[in-house]
């Protein structure tokens, strides 16, 4: 795994003017959106199918996923699904048991399960844009580029030629 910062898409790279003066990657990746009708994949649990069923419509009407993050989706899912379940064992148990053998108060293991689940869910939120800080970084699949002549000028694109005067 890299150590530091996460890259930047070439477009927000191009709107901060290239303070780097880094030359740009020729051509990134841009992997086929997807529909409302791919389905889930098979080994996903009942959970985890559920929360798909609910999520996934809404991340293809906003063009926020393609046909390469079906698997990471299918993660959340499942980490979803795991968070509900560890949450309904907590209200049923309550966040502190009594150990059988001591008699002393401990924590409730389902904290635990749905603490990681929380953090893994979190951590795939702010990949797909699903929380509003995450949401301004990210751009919809397929979105046009907009034209920017200022951008264009300090890119070393597109120069406008004035006509002279006579």
């Known amino acids: 795994m890299r150590a530091g910062r996460k890259p930047k898409p070439t477009h927000l790279k191009l709107l901060a003017g290239k303070p780097g003066h880094r ?4 051509a990134e990746p841009q992997p086929d959106p997807v529909t409302e009708s791919t389905q889930p994949p098979e080994w996903m649990s009942g959970e985890g199918r559920a929360v798909w069923a609910a999520e996934f419509p809404k991340l293809v009407r906003n063009a926020m996923i393609t046909e390469v993050d079906l698997l990471a989706f299918a993660k959340y899912c499942q980490a979803f699904g795991r968070y509900l379940n560890a949450e ?17 108060p401990i924590q409730n293991p389902y904290l635990a399960v749905s603490n990681k689940a929380q953090e893994q869910m979190h951590k795939a939120e702010s990949e797909f844009g699903m929380t509003p800080s995450s949401r301004a970084r990210v ?5 046009k580029k907009r034209s920017n002549r ?3 000028l300090i890119d070393g ?10």
């Open 23 to 26: 030359t740009l990657p020729e």
């Open 88 to 104: 309904s064992m907590v209200a049923k148990q309550g966040e502190v048991l009594i150990a059988p053998g001591s008699g002393f």
């Open 139 to 143: 751009a919809p699949v397929g979105a």
């Open 150 to 152: 200022f951008l264009d």
């Open 157 to 166: 694109g597109k120069k406008k030629e004035t006509p002279r005067r006579a």
